[in-house]
């Protein structure tokens, strides 16, 4: 069974530019969340989609969004990018909702701010 | 709120050596408890998790943890460690209930050397 996986892996943006992440998550997993992961700050929490509406959202400003589609699928949204935007972005993915559902994470895309 | 504390930021132990790798957590409510491990240019793997039940859980690769309510802990432990153990662990909790939000603790670096 195919894990999380993300697109891209990898990629460099400059300041005021805006990017799109993707997430696929595993086969008939219909929740998906997702965390920035910084040297400074460590992994904190940004959004959860389930059934293709945002369940729950962390402290993050509105340049941060997200959407899931129907088949699941999901992408987050940063705009106008800031050097501080630079991290490790992951996408885990569960069954369903309720906090005792184990969340199977992606490998990440790590993003770089020029 | 709840937090999670992982006072031991690295541990260095030699192979076949055990270890314990400490964690806290403090929350109003109850908690559901996770272990995760994050090798080099990867996401996050679960190791094990607490929802009920023994309070001794088993996970992967030989890890085990206890959960201990008076002391609000859940600390992981390995009797014997192999080099490829080498890598982050994250602790983490989240809330009884629906939502699926991770808070994590800080991480430990286990680092096995010969």
């Known amino acids: 069974k195919a894990g999380v996986t993300q697109t891209p892996r990898y990629l460099i943006k400059t300041r005021g530019q805006q990017v799109t992440l993707s997430c696929s998550p595993i086969s008939g997993h219909r929740s998906v969340s997702w965390y920035q992961q910084t040297p400074g700050q460590g992994l904190q929490f940004l959004f959860e989609y389930f059934s293709e509406t945002q369940r729950n959202k962390g402290n993050f400003p509105g340049r941060f969004s997200g959407r899931q589609f129907s088949n699941s699928r999901s992408e987050m949204n940063v705009s106008t990018l800031e050097l501080g935007d630079s991290a490790l972005y992951l996408c885990?993915?569960?069954?369903?909702?309720?906090?005792?559902?184990?969340?199977?994470f992606g490998d990440g895309t790590r993003l770089s701010i020029l | 709120a709840q937090s999670v504390t992982q006072l031991d930021s690295q541990v260095p132990v030699f192979e076949e050596a055990p270890v314990e790798l400490r964690c806290n957590y403090s929350s109003s409510v109850s908690v559901y408890l996770f272990w995760y491990v994050q090798y080099p240019n990867q996401g996050l793997q679960l190791l094990l998790k607490y929802l009920s039940g023994s309070t001794l859980v088993k996970g992967i690769n030989g890890f085990e943890a206890e959960f201990n309510k008076s002391q609000t802990s859940f600390h992981l432990r390995k009797p014997s460690v192999h080099i490829s153990d080498t890598a982050e662990y994250f602790c983490?909790?989240?809330?009884?209930?629906?939502?699926?939000?991770?808070?994590f603790g800080t991480g430990t670096r286990l680092q096995v050397t010969l």
């Open positions: 885990a993915s569960s069954l369903g909702i309720g906090s005792n559902q184990p969340q199977h």
């Open positions: 983490a909790v989240t809330l009884t209930g629906t939502a699926s939000k991770l808070t």
